[in-house]
């Protein structure tokens, strides 16, 4: 007779993992699918709008696209959101190193695109809107409040203008 095999330290077979476990798994993977929904959303919509969206090579950057708008490259963050909270769309808008969330900076990026799905609905925002911030509430049309981010929702046109700035 062999051996009896030991169990691998620190690992749990799958059919033993705790509920918890396994739904923190189904929401990574959701998370995953949510964001990669949100891409290909956001390169249909900004090819059908004239725009050149490019993926830059690899994993390694803190942007998803550079966009040639004809007079500039932007790099472009697609965040996506469809969470509910208190009435409002809650959207990460970080990202994740070594386990720590860090805030993007103007030195990363230059836009964030955010895709609410739900509403089918974008908001193009300057990074200076975004810089330190973790995460971010937006308004459903028709909410009875004001939308402090209104003027960004659909501005697409921000991606045309020399300093990704004008209004109007």
């Known amino acids: 007779m062999g051996k009896a095999k030991r169990a691998s330290r620190g690992r749990i077979p799958a059919s033993e993992e705790s509920s918890a476990q396994k739904t923190a798994l189904q929401m990574g993977i959701a998370r995953h699918k949510q964001g990669e929904l949100g891409e290909l959303a956001f390169l249909c919509k900004a090819t059908s709008l004239g725009f050149a969206p490019s993926l830059p090579y690899g994993q390694m950057h803190r942007y998803d696209f550079v966009v040639d708008s004809g007079r500039n490259l932007w790099r472009v963050q697609v965040k996506t ?34 895709y609410i799905i739900p509403e089918e609905t974008w908001y193009i925002l300057p990074v200076r809107e975004v810089a330190e911030r973790q995460a971010m509430l937006f308004r459903p049309r028709g909410h009875p409040r004001r939308d402090p981010y209104a003027h960004y929702r659909e501005a697409w046109h921000l991606l045309r203008q020399p300093d990704g700035l004008v209004f109007g």
Do not use: P
């Open 81 to 114: 959101g469809r969470t509910v909270v208190d009435g409002l769309y809650h959207v990460c808008i970080h990202r994740s190193r070594n386990w720590r969330v860090h805030a993007y900076t103007e030195a990363e990026i230059d836009f964030v695109a955010v």
